[in-house]
């Protein structure tokens, strides 16, 4: 698949558009958030290591009653990154600053939940997802699914490479600091009582870090000592406020022994427990106000970031779209995901395909898997461009007549995008005369450029990772062809020959004046031929 990812699309990004796809950025942050489990879930799933929510990677048995979760520290890892911000000179906040190891060290991150988490959410950081939207997406992911209620989701969160200024509220602060630092963070009294509560409806206090809190040892239903916040410490419940109302509260931070680092004692009852007894009454409105606060912490990014619209799934969604020129045969291979659906009523589905002489052709799909997300609120219905006995087979094309776009027929109803069609581009693609070996190179590529296109550029894409995990694009030129070499009557090649024989490249191609990419991420492992 070719994407459009020009200059002046990117600027698009961040204004009020709604998501059309093609659209690189969002359609891998809407695959992330919406594609938890089952089928097509793109290498690392943040849902598993949630799942259970008493699951905690970093015991070295895996043991279930360490008392601690990775849900846990998901949640607490977001909420460090964001509570540097400060609002009036708009420093700090969401931008990943907690994943570098000079802002763990401070006194105001003890513990080791910012590693713990670094070590997995970090995973599904990607050209398009930076490490503030995979850690954002992490807390996000633990919260809907050990129960929560459904956040709203942005993306485009920017990486710093250098640590924030200070400012996570400490226990042994006194009230009027705690409320100044929640100020300084852009949000109310009020506010704070809530985003504490529904912070710590989740976890507790290690005994190791914090030991002048918790002073139990050798708790049985904790082998990592943790004091938990409250009775239910991996689901997310109004229980942080209606055992604190109730009375019955073992939370260290409003019964500990040192009353000092009685932070949310101090915190909740600092409205005479107006805002906690509403939480305690309702589960709903404790929910519906979470849902509000979260989103808004995880929006908390420094000034000139721009976040994208909330991303919404989109109700017909292909995937794993990608074109191969193969001698006289073009191969579109591609999925398409039906949102909300169930297999017990997959509806029927047709794919539409339009070419550059105006025909559409079209094929019945089938049915091939499901996949959940959000705690299993939802589910979606998958098809194969060509699926049969033998697997998701390319649908094979007229390399003249090309492929301009798609559209979908779901139970009888086009579904097109409003008139717009699923654009693809096939300017340019790889072509299956690469070849691997031949020393000294480890191999040649070659792109299958369409006839009368004539890109000024054609490149390898590599993706490139500074000394502090931020990613880029680095891009390798080929040499234009001195002498155009057919490899049908509609494309002819661009070739290079390349020495490292582990790179992992996308194909991109200027055109115009504008970029675009493909998305399958190619290796030389996989060219069949030998040089
Ligand atoms: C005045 C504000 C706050 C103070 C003083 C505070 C303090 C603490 C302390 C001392 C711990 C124990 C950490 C450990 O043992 O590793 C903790 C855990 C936690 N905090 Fe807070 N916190 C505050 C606000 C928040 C907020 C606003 C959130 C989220 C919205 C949050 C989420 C968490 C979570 C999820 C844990 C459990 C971590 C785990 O069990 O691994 N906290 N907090
Ligand atoms: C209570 O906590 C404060 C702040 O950590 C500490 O300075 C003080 O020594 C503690 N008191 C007791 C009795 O442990
Ligand atoms: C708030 O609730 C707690 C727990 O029930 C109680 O100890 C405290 O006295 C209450 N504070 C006010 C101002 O009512
Ligand atoms: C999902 O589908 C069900 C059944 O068709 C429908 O009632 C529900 O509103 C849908 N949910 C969303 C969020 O679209
Ligand atoms: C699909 O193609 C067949 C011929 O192959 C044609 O009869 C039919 O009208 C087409 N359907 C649509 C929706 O274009
Ligand atoms: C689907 O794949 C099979 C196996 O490669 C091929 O024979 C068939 O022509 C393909 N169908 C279409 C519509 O391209
Ligand atoms: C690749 O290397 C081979 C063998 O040295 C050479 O014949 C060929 O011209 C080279 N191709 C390109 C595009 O540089």
């Given at each position: 698949?070719?994407?459009?990812?020009?200059?002046?699309?990117?600027?698009?990004l961040?204004?009020?558009?709604?998501?059309?796809?093609?659209?690189?950025?969002?359609?891998?942050?809407?695959?992330?958030?919406?594609?938890?489990?089952?089928?097509?879930?793109?290498?690392?799933?943040?849902?598993?290591?949630?799942?259970?929510?008493?699951?905690?990677?970093?015991?070295?048995?895996?043991?279930?009653?360490?008392?601690?979760?990775?849900?846990?520290?998901?949640i607490?890892?977001?909420?460090?990154?964001?509570?540097?911000?400060?609002?009036?000179?708009?420093?700090?906040?969401?931008?990943?600053?907690?994943?570098?190891?000079?802002?763990?060290?401070?006194?105001?991150?003890a513990?080791?939940?910012?590693s713990?988490?670094?070590?997995?959410?970090?995973?599904?950081?990607?050209?398009?997802?930076?490490?503030?939207?995979?850690?954002?997406?992490?807390?996000?992911?633990?919260?809907?699914?050990?129960?929560?209620?459904?956040?709203?989701?942005?993306?485009?969160?920017?990486?710093?490479?250098?640590?924030?200024?200070?400012?996570?509220?400490?226990?042994?602060?006194?009230?009027?600091?705690?409320?100044?630092?929640?100020?300084?963070?852009?949000?109310?009294?009020?506010?704070?009582?809530?985003?504490?509560?529904?912070?710590?409806?989740?976890?507790?206090?290690?005994?190791?870090?914090?030991?002048?809190?918790?002073?139990?040892l050798?708790?049985?239903?904790?082998?990592?000592?943790?004091?938990?916040?409250?009775?239910?410490?991996?689901?997310?419940?109004?229980?942080?406020?209606?055992?604190?109302?109730?009375?019955?509260?073992?939370?260290?931070?409003?019964?500990?022994?040192?009353?000092?680092t009685?932070?949310?004692?101090?915190?909740?009852?600092?409205?005479?427990?107006?805002?906690?007894?509403?939480?305690?009454?309702?589960?709903?409105h404790?929910?519906?106000?979470?849902?509000?606060?979260?989103?808004?912490?995880?929006?908390?990014?420094?000034?000139?970031?721009?976040?994208?619209?909330?991303?919404?799934?989109?109700?017909?969604?292909?995937?794993?779209?990608?074109?191969?020129?193969?001698?006289?045969?073009?191969e579109?291979?591609?999925?398409?995901?039906?949102?909300?659906?169930?297999q017990?009523?997959?509806?029927?589905?047709?794919?539409?395909?339009?070419?550059?002489?105006?025909?559409?052709?079209?094929?019945?799909?089938?049915?091939?898997?499901?996949?959940?997300?959000?705690?299993?609120?939802?589910?979606?219905?998958?098809?194969?461009?060509?699926?049969?006995?033998?697997?998701?087979?390319?649908?094979?094309?007229?390399?003249?007549?090309?492929?301009?776009?798609?559209?979908?027929v779901?139970?009888?109803?086009?579904?097109?995008?409003?008139?717009?069609?699923?654009?693809?581009q096939?300017?340019?693609?790889?072509?299956?005369?690469?070849?691997?070996?031949?020393?000294?190179?480890?191999?040649?590529?070659?792109?299958?450029?369409?006839?009368?296109?004539?890109p000024?550029?054609?490149?390898l894409?590599q993706?490139v990772?500074?000394?502090?995990?931020?990613?880029?694009?680095?891009?390798?030129?080929?040499?234009?062809?001195?002498?155009?070499?057919?490899?049908?009557?509609?494309?002819?090649?661009?070739?290079?020959?390349?020495?490292?024989?582990?790179m992992?490249?996308?194909?991109?191609?200027?055109?115009?004046?504008?970029?675009?990419?493909?998305?399958?991420?190619?290796?030389?492992?996989?060219?069949?031929?030998?040089?």
């Amino acid at each position: 698949m070719v994407f459009r990812l020009a200059c002046g699309t990117l600027a698009l990004l961040g204004t009020a558009h709604a998501y059309v796809w093609p659209s690189p950025q969002l359609d891998a942050l809407e695959a992330l958030r919406f594609d938890q489990v089952g089928f097509n879930t793109i290498g690392i799933t943040l849902t598993s290591f949630v799942q259970p929510c008493n699951l905690f990677l970093f015991d070295p048995t895996i043991n279930p009653n360490s008392g601690r979760s990775d849900a846990a520290d998901w949640i607490r890892t977001a909420y460090h990154d964001a509570a540097t911000h400060n609002i009036r000179d708009g420093t700090g906040g969401m931008d990943g600053s907690i994943r570098l190891v000079a802002e763990q060290a401070r006194a105001e991150n003890a513990g080791n939940g910012f590693s713990n988490t670094m070590g997995i959410v970090l995973a599904v950081v990607n050209r398009y997802v930076s490490n503030a939207d995979a850690i954002a997406l992490g807390a996000l992911i633990a919260i809907e699914t050990c129960g929560g209620p459904e956040i709203a989701f942005r993306g485009g969160r920017v990486d710093a490479a250098l640590p924030n200024t200070p400012g996570v509220p400490l226990p042994q602060q006194d009230l009027n600091s705690h409320i100044a630092i929640f100020a300084r963070q852009g949000f109310t009294q009020t506010e704070m009582i809530g985003l504490v509560a529904c912070g710590h409806t989740f976890g507790g206090v290690q005994h190791s870090f914090f030991p002048n809190i918790v002073n139990v040892l050798a708790d049985s239903t904790s082998t990592d000592n943790v004091a938990h916040f409250d009775s239910t410490p991996v689901s997310f419940d109004n229980n942080v406020a209606a055992e604190y109302i109730a009375g019955t509260t073992k939370n260290p931070l409003v019964v500990g022994f040192n009353d000092t680092t009685n932070s949310d004692k101090r915190i909740f009852g600092s409205d005479g427990n107006a805002t906690m007894r509403s939480f305690a009454n309702s589960p709903d409105h404790f929910a519906s106000t979470c849902a509000n606060l979260f989103a808004r912490m995880l929006d908390t990014v420094p000034r000139g970031v721009e976040l994208t619209e909330v991303i919404k799934p989109l109700p017909v969604k292909p995937a794993s779209i990608n074109l191969v020129m193969n001698g006289d045969t073009l191969e579109l291979t591609g999925l398409v995901r039906l949102w909300n659906t169930t297999q017990a009523a997959a509806p029927t589905v047709s794919l539409l395909w339009h070419d550059h002489v105006g025909h559409t052709g079209n094929t019945t799909l089938n049915f091939i898997s499901t996949s959940s997300s959000t705690g299993g609120k939802y589910s979606a219905t998958w098809y194969g461009f060509n699926s049969t006995v033998f697997g998701n087979m390319p649908l094979l094309l007229n390399p003249v007549d090309g492929v301009t776009g798609l559209s979908f027929v779901v139970n009888g109803v086009l579904e097109n995008q409003g008139g717009l069609g699923f654009a693809v581009q096939d300017a340019f693609m790889l072509s299956q005369t690469s070849c691997q070996g031949g020393v000294p190179y480890a191999g040649r590529v070659d792109v299958a450029v369409r006839n009368g296109v004539h890109p000024t550029r054609v490149y390898l894409e590599q993706v490139v990772t500074d000394s502090v995990q931020r990613i880029s694009i680095t891009e390798v030129d080929m040499t234009p062809p001195l002498h155009p070499v057919a490899v049908n009557s509609a494309y002819s090649l661009w070739s290079m020959n390349l020495t490292d024989g582990g790179m992992i490249f996308t194909i991109g191609a200027e055109i115009h004046g504008i970029k675009y990419s493909t998305t399958e991420q190619l290796s030389f492992f996989e060219f069949a031929t030998a040089c």
